[in-house]
């Protein structure tokens, strides 16, 4: 019986992960994928960002897919391999903060698992701007290079020649084997990402020869989350004022933000979202009629404090 092919999407935060979910479900390829988004916050909000109302979105919250609701990832995959026939794929978004490896365990170590799905690739989302820092500083940015089969090097307007050259030449330098993609908002063939085949066991455990024994797998204990709500509109200027000061005085503690918003006067969800001092928003279509307008304001970085940030968001109300 053939197997169905599974495709994890990694990479750090604020890489653009979600942006190559939503461009893959967008291509007329005809083909049908349940996807899997995991989010290291309490409050959800990639699920309300992937397009596509044929596809199926599984949401895991508040743990990381690598180790603390990796069961859940287990129950889900062997649900959807119950009904195996209406699926041509299964796609796997994970949180910024996932080790892929323990994620790719997943397909080799439980047998329900391995017997019915097969890893196809790890694809990796590389933020040229930022990737060299992160590979000083994170275990995590160092797994999802180097475990990869295909990373897309993305946000390359954002560097110039000699930058970009000194990222690939780093990539290369760790993983030799990787296919590489230079991108601009991750856009790319996706005959280029999915159904390559390019999971190679043995070239994991020549690299990992520990790869498949059960070992357990422990974040950055600096690094949190806090997640923000309000059923209050928001007042724009406010919140940019916030922000701003925001930015300025912690952004190189705040690795990644991302947040959809309900602004005063306006009747459109706002997506706010960026890494470090880069910021970006964008407008979503019209809160539905009945829809609570609750704003979902999601911060992870280093050494946050939660009363501060709740305090400097609810003064942000209309």
């Known amino acids: 019986m053939d197997k169905i092919p599974v495709t994890v ?8 992960k979600t942006t190559l979910l939503n461009r893959i479900l967008s291509e007329s390829h005809g083909l049908r994928y349940a996807v899997v988004v995991n989010e290291f916050g309490e ?20 743990g990381c897919i690598c180790c603390t609701v990796r069961g859940d990832l287990i129950r889900i995959i062997g649900g959807l391999l119950k009904r195996k026939g209406d699926l041509d794929g299964i796609l796997i978004e994970t949180t910024g ?9 997943t397909f080799f170590v439980d047998d329900d698992v391995a017997g019915r799905a097969k890893l196809d690739s790890i694809v990796t989302v590389a933020d040229a701007k930022h990737l060299l820092s992160r590979l000083e500083d994170s275990h995590e940015a160092q797994e999802q290079v180097a475990f990869a089969d295909v990373i897309l090097l993305n946000k390359t307007d954002l560097v110039d020649a000699d930058m970009l050259g000194a990222v690939e030449a780093r990539i290369r330098a760790m993983n030799p084997f990787a296919t590489i993609h230079r991108t601009e908002r991750c856009s790319v063939p996706i005959d280029q990402v999915l159904g390559r085949g390019g999971f190679d066991l ?25 997640s923000l709500t309000s059923g209050r509109p ?8 916030w922000m701003r000061r925001l930015l300025i005085e912690q952004g190189a503690d705040i690795l990644r933000f991302k947040g959809i918003l309900a602004f005063a006067g306006s009747d459109r969800k706002t997506v706010v ?28 970085g280093r050494n946050l404090d939660a009363a501060i940030l709740r305090a400097g968001f609810d003064a942000c109300a209309a």
């Open 202 to 226: 043995r070239r994991i455990l020549e690299m990992e020869p520990e790869f498949l024994s059960e070992d357990d797998h422990e974040h950055d204990q600096a690094i949190g989350s806090v």
């Open 273 to 300: 979202q960026g890494v470090h001092m880069l910021a970006d928003s964008t407008n979503l279509p019209r809160w539905g009629d009945g829809e609570p307008r609750i704003s979902r304001f999601v911060l992870i």
């Open 97 to 105: 903060l996932a080790d892929p490896a323990p994620v790719a365990q």
């Open 43 to 62: 409050i959800g909000i990639d699920n309300d960002l992937v397009v596509g109302a044929r596809e199926e979105v599984f949401e895991m919250n508040n």
């Open 234 to 241: 928001l007042e724009p200027e406010r919140f940019d004022l």
């Open 9 to 16: 999407l990694t990479g750090y935060l604020g890489a653009g």
